[in-house]
């Protein structure tokens, strides 16, 4: 590839969406993306043809539209072929799913982040996820846990170091207490 591929903003409304596009985003998505955009900045410009026809980002324009962006960042990638453009279309999207993870390195990252008390909805992770990756009940599978006294409180922890933390807190205030794992 010899052509200098170079970042450019364009407005929203100078972008087309691609008619023929395969990969669909639900609303729960596209704001994933968008709360990313606003954690993270913008990233990844939008691919678009030589037209303005959108190649790859279809969710994060839509994502941009749900912030009230006014313009984007782009790629024109003015030297496909039509039938480059098709078939990348469909690329850009599988590649990327083709991949895998390293679960344990994935899972300290996790634990760190955890640590340093990041929004871990940020990574693209639901809860339930993140805790069959660490080996544990999600909050939707643990049993519902009947309360027999009107006076019992049950506080749910991230983990065994926040439940202890709590519990201290707890005893050191002078109120009895007693650890519970579910």
Request: hydrophobic share 40%; proline share 3%.
């Amino acid at each position: 590839m010899s052509e200098k591929l170079k970042i450019e903003k364009l407005s929203l409304e100078q972008l087309i969406p691609y008619a023929r596009n395969s990969r669909t985003h639900s609303d729960e998505q596209v704001a994933q993306i968008a709360a990313s955009i606003r954690e993270f900045g913008w990233t990844n410009p939008v691919l678009i043809d030589a037209s303005g026809t959108i190649v790859a980002g279809h969710g994060r324009v839509l994502a941009a539209r749900k912030l009230g962006l006014k313009e984007v960042p782009v790629i024109r990638l003015g030297h496909l072929t039509p039938t480059q453009v098709r078939a990348y279309v469909i690329a850009d999207n599988k590649l990327a799913l083709n991949a895998g993870w390293d679960e344990e390195m994935l899972a300290a990252e996790i634990v760190e982040l955890q640590g340093e008390n990041f929004n871990l909805d940020l990574t693209g992770f639901s809860e339930k996820e993140i805790a069959e990756l660490m080996g544990e009940e999600s909050a939707e599978e643990r049993p519902e846990v009947k309360i027999d006294s009107a006076f019992e409180v049950i506080a749910e922890c991230e983990n065994e170091e926040h439940q202890q933390m709590v519990y201290n807190i707890l005893n050191e205030k002078g109120i009895k207490c007693r650890l519970l794992t579910l």
